[in-house]
């Protein structure tokens, strides 16, 4: 801590009375005229000064004085200044001035922290790209091998694989079906505005100059008390067109911008991590920068978080698309996040699984959020590690009834490289915690380490395994296949039945979220679904590769083709 190392500043022997008129002093101090003692700074915790807005200025004998816009503070938390800074003064100082120095002085500090906030045990910073590399080369050409020589015992096991894989995921959904709605979701906005927490909002920008006037415009629809609202567009400091775009919109004094520096990698996590030391609210939001949230949001948020136990440190929102009737992609994409946020995602939290959180409308408790190191700025999932961490800490995520929409991704390149983005996250998100297993399934309990296993573990195999399933389809037209030397008539029964167990839970679930979104009008093309998902085979292709090249690379998705709403 600070105060283990003092500085003996070199001043006149009466430090008690050289501490004694600095305290007196009755004017500003403006620290870029006066600055402080190096020393001092050398010994600071970046992103407590900046928390809190103080700056380690002078010292006399074993006192500190502290520079600070607030001075309530050395009243009404002096022990938390005292366990950092020992025996202090605080002064005024020039509130821009010190917010300016401050940032000038630990702007690569909290560069660099906003990399490596995250313990290393738990990151994923440390993958290897060659080890990854070479450890799949081995298993490819074990595979290759087996295949060459035991071609029908390969055959066998990979797909008994993937069908045990579709039938546990498919167990799941009917439970997620079955699970009643919360109650206290229609218990109505009951916290009058003095009651209201303030929360802070993080919209982390990058390229969206076609984004920034209707986002603004959105937001601003938001029914909040002002003065409890704290938004900050988080940009890059060289991303001159979005900054551009920013400065010709008319903000409101509740609305600023915080540019992150640049540094090793650039991610949406490391921006989110570095605007972190900046906000004020005790309840921290995410928004994208194509977000549409309806206007009483934030009530909910907040009524939420009040009725909610103590072990509840995430509150989940629900995701729509207001460019559904665009094409026949987003409106099968719109059908898939019905039913993922409406029906499966609420069922798993319901059944006590782990919950992969959405990259958006995530309102989390700000000290949780600390607490846990924040996200992991070199994932690129950042959300479903995050998920995996609460559970893992004892902590739960619950869902709201209040809607966001975004955009959906209407064409099938874009598509194809967002969803390469999300299962390379599931990948490296799996390798991170299951880096010790034994540990994981102690934090989680068996029946949360099993949901963990068939959720990241089984969508990637899935995914990656099904032109196998896809194999079938000869089989109704007599074609040779492996499965006629493997499987009795009365397998091929069970197999079959499996298969449209599946398609009709599938299909009931998609159904039933479309109806839950007030979107009736989709049921009829969830059975074009099984067109649908083939896609993700290619992302499932492609995000894997970058494992062993690129792992941390940010595959941005495009906004502002569907404007209109």
């Not at 004694?20 to 700074?41: F, G, K, N, T």
């Not at 540094?263 to 996590?269: A, E, I, V, W």
């Amino acid at each position: 801590m600070f105060a283990t190392r003092r500085i003996k500043s070199d001043v006149p022997p009466s430090a008690e009375s050289a501490a004694s008129q600095a305290a007196v002093r009755s004017s500003l101090v403006d620290p870029i005229a006066e600055p402080p003692d190096m020393r001092l700074l050398a010994l600071a915790d970046p992103q407590f000064c900046i928390r809190y807005s103080l700056l380690p200025w002078r010292a006399f004998g074993d006192t500190t004085v502290l520079l600070g816009t607030d001075l309530t503070l050395a009243q009404e938390q002096p022990e938390m200044v005292e366990a950092r800074f020992g025996r202090f003064i605080l002064l005024k100082a020039d509130g821009e001035k010190l917010w300016t120095f401050l940032l000038e002085t630990f702007r690569s500090n909290l560069a660099y922290d906003a990399e490596t906030t995250l313990d290393e045990a738990d990151s994923c910073r440390t993958w290897r790209s060659k080890r990854a590399a070479v450890f799949a080369l081995v298993a490819c050409s074990l595979g290759i091998l087996c295949a060459v020589f035991f071609p029908l015992l390969t055959f066998g096991i990979a797909f008994g694989w993937v069908v045990l894989i579709l039938l546990l995921g498919t167990a799941l959904k009917p439970c997620s079906l079955c699970q009643k709605a919360n109650p206290q979701e229609n218990l109505g906005l009951a916290l009058r505005d003095d009651e209201l927490p303030t929360i802070s909002l993080l919209v982390p920008l990058f390229r969206e100059a076609d984004m920034t006037g209707p986002l603004t415009s959105r937001l601003t629809k938001l029914d909040y008390p002002r003065g409890k609202l704290d938004l900050c567009f988080v940009v890059e400091d060289d991303d001159l067109v979005t900054k551009s775009s920013i400065s010709k919109q008319k903000l409101p004094d509740w609305m600023r911008v915080i540019e992150a520096p640049k540094g090793k990698l650039r991610t949406k996590p490391r921006a989110l991590n570095y605007a972190l030391n900046f906000v004020s609210g005790s309840i921290v939001g995410v928004y994208d920068a194509e977000d549409a949230p309806e206007s009483d949001q934030l009530r909910h948020v907040a009524e939420t978080f009040a009725r909610a136990d103590p072990d509840v440190a995430c509150v989940q929102g629900r995701l729509d698309y207001y460019n559904a009737s665009g094409n026949w992609l987003s409106r099968c994409f719109t059908l898939e996040y019905a039913s993922w946020f409406r029906v499966i995602l609420p069922g798993y939290a319901k059944m006590g699984l782990l919950v992969p959180l959405g990259g958006t409308t995530l309102f989390f408790c700000r000290d949780t959020l600390n607490e846990l190191g924040s996200w992991d700025a070199h994932n690129v999932t950042e959300d479903a590690d995050l998920g995996v961490r609460l559970a893992r800490h004892g902590y739960r995520t619950v869902f709201m009834p209040s809607v966001t929409n975004e955009e959906a991704n209407a064409r099938a390149w874009p598509w194809i490289k967002q969803r390469s983005r999300w299962l390379k996250g599931y990948a490296v998100t799996y390798a991170v915690h299951m880096r010790r297993p034994l540990e994981l399934f102690r934090q989680l309990g068996a029946w949360r380490f099993f949901g963990f296993q068939v959720l990241f573990l089984g969508t990637l195999s899935q995914f990656l395994l099904a032109p196998l399933l896809w194999t079938v389809v000869v089989i109704p037209f007599g074609l040779p296949h492996p499965l006629f030397s493997l499987l009795s008539g009365s397998q091929f029964v069970a197999l079959t039945a499996i298969f449209l167990l599946s398609t009709c839970v599938n299909l009931a679930a998609n159904c039933i979220g479309a109806h839950r979104a007030g979107k009736s009008w989709l049921m009829k093309w969830a059975p074009t679904m099984v067109f649908y998902f083939p896609l993700a085979t290619l992302g499932a292709l492609k995000g894997l590769s970058e494992l062993f090249w690129r792992p941390f690379f940010w595959d941005k998705t495009a906004h502002g083709i569907e404007l209109s709403r």
